[in-house]
């Protein structure tokens, strides 16, 4: 047969690419490997330069285009001690404990929109959002806080009973999750002022409390939004059997699907806390010395000193490598959560 002495040949499959194929990958993926990695080596360099082999260079490599020593280090944890100390603490607290309630909450506000039904109401919610822009005008105008919120509860209570029944519209779930992520769209700059006066009515200005606050609020969407679609492709038969053998709404929460979800929380927690470690608006406009974060101490050195590179590459470094290093750390989970809810069924 004409078949005989051909030698078959593999099937190829996006899996296995022909010999060039593999080399423009290799070439793409290494030029872009470079192109990531250089801003960091170049940082790491920068910091053991002294300022004239900066401004005289470029140098490339140690002890061949220039000596290193670690004097910016030293000037930046001995010198400058109080002043990069505190704000690092205030940006290590903050982002944390910021993260890890947005995600605490977020996970029952996104378990509970992938697996119950709501059905809210229009004129529930706006009576809702009427009597909270009236709590917060109250405070505004200078009512006690604790008096506002009184009064706009028991006027929700009472518009709920008359006025909020009248509108028979409801809204369902993916109205709820639009709704959360359209905040998550709109412009920090355009709330920061009110916040801004909230927190100074409240005497909280310049404190951890405003910052947590301020920043569990701002990421609380993208929470409910990634862990709602990842509840959404865990497996709805193991909830059942939990349930079947006794097991609470709470307990399926916590022993079933919080295990199950890992991957997603890990990679949630990782982007949530980028957002936090880094936010600089709202740090600005709340903090002024005590609480203020450790970006708002690179932008000052920037401004009252001029473009010192050789000291800011120490501060941009201590900033970013945490991050980085956790991100190695947790790569296994990041791997899988990346690809939250797209896979279902």
């Given at each position: 047969m004409?078949?005989?002495?051909?030698r078959?040949r593999?099937?190829?499959?996006i899996?296995?690419?022909?010999p060039l194929?593999?080399?423009?990958?290799?070439?793409?993926l290494?030029?872009?490997?470079?192109?990531?990695l250089?801003?960091?080596?170049?940082?790491a360099?920068?910091s053991?330069k002294l300022?004239?082999?900066v401004n005289?260079?470029p140098?490339?490599?140690?002890?061949?285009?220039?000596?290193?020593t670690?004097e910016?280090?030293r000037?930046?944890?001995?010198?400058?001690?109080?002043?990069?100390?505190?704000?690092?603490?205030n940006?290590v607290v903050?982002a944390?404990t910021?993260?890890?309630?947005a995600?605490l909450?977020?996970?029952?506000?996104a378990?509970?929109l992938?697996?119950?039904?709501?059905q809210?109401?229009?004129?529930a919610i706006?009576?809702?959002?009427?009597c909270?822009?009236?709590?917060i005008l109250?405070?505004?105008l200078?009512a006690?806080?604790?008096v506002?919120v009184?009064?706009?509860?028991?006027a929700?209570?009472?518009l709920l009973?008359?006025?909020g029944?009248?509108?028979?519209?409801?809204?369902?779930?993916?109205d709820i999750?639009?709704?959360m992520?359209?905040?998550?769209?709109?412009?920090?700059?355009?709330v920061?002022i009110p916040?801004?006066i909230v927190?100074?009515?409240?005497?909280?200005?310049?404190?951890?409390a405003?910052?947590i606050?301020?920043?569990?609020?701002?990421n609380?969407p993208?929470v409910?939004w990634?862990?709602?679609?990842?509840?959404q492709?865990?497996p709805?038969?193991l909830?059942?059997?939990?349930a079947?053998?006794g097991?609470?709404r709470?307990r399926?929460?916590r022993?079933?699907?919080?295990?199950?979800?890992?991957p997603g929380?890990?990679?949630?927690?990782l982007?949530?806390?980028?957002f936090?470690?880094?936010?600089?608006?709202f740090a600005?406009?709340?903090?002024t010395?005590?609480a203020?974060?450790?970006?708002?101490t690179v932008?000052a050195?920037?401004?009252?000193?001029?473009?010192?590179w050789w000291?800011?590459?120490?501060?941009?470094?201590?900033m970013?490598?945490?991050v980085?290093?956790?991100?190695?750390?947790?790569?296994?989970?990041?791997a899988?959560?990346?690809?939250?809810?797209a896979v279902k069924g």
């Amino acid at each position: 047969m004409a078949t005989l002495g051909f030698r078959r040949r593999r099937a190829r499959t996006i899996f296995t690419p022909s010999p060039l194929g593999m080399v423009v990958s290799y070439v793409v993926l290494g030029a872009w490997a470079l192109a990531i990695l250089f801003p960091l080596y170049w940082l790491a360099i920068t910091s053991l330069k002294l300022p004239i082999d900066v401004n005289t260079g470029p140098y490339y490599v140690p002890n061949l285009d220039f000596k290193p020593t670690l004097e910016n280090w030293r000037y930046i944890f001995v010198d400058l001690q109080s002043d990069t100390f505190r704000p690092y603490l205030n940006t290590v607290v903050v982002a944390t404990t910021s993260t890890v309630l947005a995600l605490l909450i977020g996970s029952m506000a996104a378990y509970g929109l992938a697996r119950l039904q709501y059905q809210p109401r229009v004129g529930a919610i706006g009576t809702f959002i009427g009597c909270l822009a009236f709590a917060i005008l109250a405070v505004v105008l200078g009512a006690p806080w604790p008096v506002a919120v009184v009064a706009a509860v028991a006027a929700f209570v009472l518009l709920l009973q008359t006025i909020g029944r009248r509108f028979r519209r409801a809204l369902g779930n993916n109205d709820i999750a639009f709704w959360m992520i359209s905040q998550r769209m709109l412009p920090p700059i355009t709330v920061v002022i009110p916040i801004y006066i909230v927190f100074q009515q409240l005497g909280l200005l310049d404190t951890w409390a405003a910052l947590i606050i301020t920043y569990v609020a701002a990421n609380l969407p993208i929470v409910v939004w990634l862990m709602r679609d990842y509840f959404q492709s865990v497996p709805l038969e193991l909830e059942e059997n939990a349930a079947i053998d006794g097991a609470s709404r709470y307990r399926i929460f916590r022993s079933v699907v919080l295990p199950l979800s890992t991957p997603g929380l890990v990679a949630t927690f990782l982007f949530v806390l980028v957002f936090a470690w880094n936010e600089y608006l709202f740090a600005l406009f709340l903090t002024t010395a005590k609480a203020q974060t450790l970006p708002l101490t690179v932008a000052a050195q920037n401004a009252t000193r001029g473009p010192q590179w050789w000291y800011m590459s120490v501060l941009i470094l201590i900033m970013i490598v945490p991050v980085i290093a956790m991100a190695i750390a947790l790569e296994r989970y990041i791997a899988r959560g990346l690809l939250v809810g797209a896979v279902k069924g």
